[in-house]
């Protein structure tokens, strides 16, 4: 096939779909314990598992839970969580991607916010547990339009004695075949280091996907005419210079909920060699997103695309649990937060 000498192997070397196969699989039983909140179907989880960590995931939706469990070696537990939710009394890591309706951090915590936040939850876990280190994943805008919330959760952290560092990254910094910027935030007990960024060359969307960017299989969805007037329409609108098609000489644009499962104007597609366009499929999307061809999503479709669209990208999890095994390793025995004040004693 044409399209396939684009992205030629080079002699002896390992294809993306391998690497991916390789680097990223749960090493049981694990240790040290981290505890993932918000959990998904485990992406972040899967980054930390793969890096040697055991996990415990807390995750509202039965469909992400089942895939976790599927998948990871640690548990989930189906639960809606709250401030006050039981955790396990200790932890030695805690991890997650709260939802984020930003209003008052304190003003939640009291009971007065929105309950879909997450981050209210996430800092009473951290103040009750007081683990060697917690990093929260959220969107970019945390660092722009949110800007006043983030500041409120470094300060609550700083308040509990941690040193706090947060950071926009771009997954495809990290071997991810996908622009995807995620603001992290640490806080830790000193000694922090980021990953460092691959010098390599990025790895593209046609890397990534090889033969299946070429093929229409069975269960493939087409673009009707009018969906193609549709989206020409909001390319022209958009002032597009060229189509939002995959793009295989490059890293893709960031995959969505909505752009992965839903039929909006920018939804994620293919234009095969004869010139017809089809939707991403299930897999295509998850290799985008470096999940290995091993992991399964459980419930329908449109949840799979969901729990995909949602989830840390494993491979820059793998990169983020790599450093917090490093910063762990360095850490001294006898590092801990002892002389904080509790969540209740903290001032209102
Ligand atoms: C951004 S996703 C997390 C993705 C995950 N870190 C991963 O890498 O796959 C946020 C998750 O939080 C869950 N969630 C939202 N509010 C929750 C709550 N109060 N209790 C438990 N889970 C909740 C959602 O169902 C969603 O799966």
Not at 111 to 128: E, Q
Not at 133 to 140: P, Q, T
Not at 150 to 155: A, Q
Not at 207 to 213: I, K, R, S, V
């Given at each position: 096939?044409?399209?396939?000498?684009?992205?030629?192997?080079?002699?002896?070397?390992?294809?993306?779909?391998?690497?991916?196969?390789?680097?990223?699989?749960?090493?049981?039983?694990?240790?040290?314990?981290?505890?993932?909140?918000?959990?998904?179907?485990?992406?972040?989880?899967?980054?930390?598992?793969?890096?040697?960590?055991?996990?415990?995931?807390?995750?509202?939706?039965?469909?992400?839970?089942?895939?976790?469990?599927?998948?990871?070696?640690?548990?989930?537990?189906?639960?809606?969580?709250?401030?006050?939710?039981?955790?396990?009394?200790?932890?030695?890591?805690?991890?997650?991607?709260?939802?984020?309706?930003?209003?008052?951090v304190r003003?939640?915590?009291?009971?007065?916010?929105?309950?879909?936040?997450?981050?209210?939850?996430?800092l009473?876990?951290v103040s009750?547990?007081?683990?060697?280190?917690?990093?929260?994943?959220?969107?970019?805008?945390?660092?722009?339009?949110?800007?006043?919330?983030?500041?409120d959760v470094v300060s609550e952290l700083e308040e509990m004695g941690y040193?706090v560092?947060?950071?926009?990254?771009?997954?495809?910094?990290?071997?991810?075949?996908?622009?995807?910027?995620?603001?992290?935030?640490?806080a830790?007990?000193?000694?922090?280091?980021?990953?460092?960024?691959?010098?390599?060359?990025?790895?593209?969307?046609?890397?990534?996907?090889?033969?299946?960017?070429?093929?229409?299989?069975?269960?493939?969805?087409?673009?009707?005419?009018?969906?193609?007037?549709?989206?020409?329409?909001?390319?022209?609108?958009?002032?597009?210079?060229?189509?939002?098609?995959?793009?295989?000489?490059?890293?893709?644009?960031?995959?969505?909920?909505?752009?992965?499962?839903?039929?909006?104007?920018?939804?994620?597609?293919?234009?095969?060699?004869?010139?017809?366009?089809?939707?991403?499929?299930?897999?295509?999307?998850?290799?985008?997103?470096?999940?290995?061809?091993?992991?399964?999503?459980?419930?329908?479709?449109?949840?799979?695309?969901?729990?995909?669209?949602?989830?840390?990208?494993?491979?820059?999890?793998?990169?983020?649990?790599?450093?917090?095994?490093?910063?762990?390793?360095?850490?001294?025995?006898?590092?801990?937060l002892?002389?904080v004040p509790t969540a209740?004693e903290l001032p209102g």
């Amino acid at each position: 096939m044409d399209g396939l000498r684009l992205f030629p192997e080079a002699e002896g070397s390992v294809d993306y779909g391998t690497r991916l196969w390789e680097q990223l699989r749960p090493i049981a039983p694990g240790d040290p314990l981290v505890l993932d909140l918000f959990a998904g179907c485990g992406g972040l989880a899967l980054g930390f598992e793969s890096a040697g960590f055991r996990t415990h995931g807390f995750e509202m939706d039965a469909h992400y839970a089942a895939t976790y469990r599927l998948n990871l070696e640690g548990e989930c537990t189906e639960e809606f969580l709250t401030p006050d939710s039981e955790l396990p009394e200790s932890a030695t890591v805690i991890i997650g991607g709260p939802p984020c309706q930003p209003f008052s951090v304190r003003g939640a915590q009291k009971g007065g916010g929105d309950s879909r936040d997450g981050f209210p939850t996430f800092l009473s876990a951290v103040s009750r547990i007081r683990p060697k280190l917690a990093l929260i994943e959220n969107v970019r805008g945390m660092l722009y339009r949110n800007r006043p919330y983030l500041d409120d959760v470094v300060s609550e952290l700083e308040e509990m004695g941690y040193e706090v560092d947060f950071k926009l990254l771009n997954a495809k910094d990290f071997g991810v075949p996908q622009n995807r910027e995620r603001v992290i935030i640490v806080a830790h007990l000193g000694g922090w280091k980021w990953p460092s960024p691959d010098t390599g060359k990025l790895v593209s969307a046609g890397e990534a996907l090889g033969e299946m960017a070429f093929e229409a299989p069975e269960e493939s969805k087409f673009l009707t005419p009018s969906m193609d007037q549709y989206v020409a329409e909001y390319e022209r609108k958009s002032g597009c210079a060229r189509p939002r098609d995959l793009h295989l000489d490059r890293p893709a644009r960031t995959l969505t909920c909505r752009n992965l499962a839903g039929s909006t104007s920018d939804m994620q597609r293919i234009r095969l060699p004869d010139g017809r366009r089809r939707r991403l499929l299930l897999r295509e999307a998850a290799r985008l997103q470096s999940f290995p061809d091993w992991f399964e999503f459980t419930g329908g479709e449109q949840s799979a695309f969901y729990q995909v669209g949602n989830s840390v990208a494993p491979l820059f999890a793998l990169k983020l649990a790599t450093s917090a095994r490093e910063y762990l390793d360095l850490l001294p025995q006898s590092s801990e937060l002892s002389s904080v004040p509790t969540a209740e004693e903290l001032p209102g």
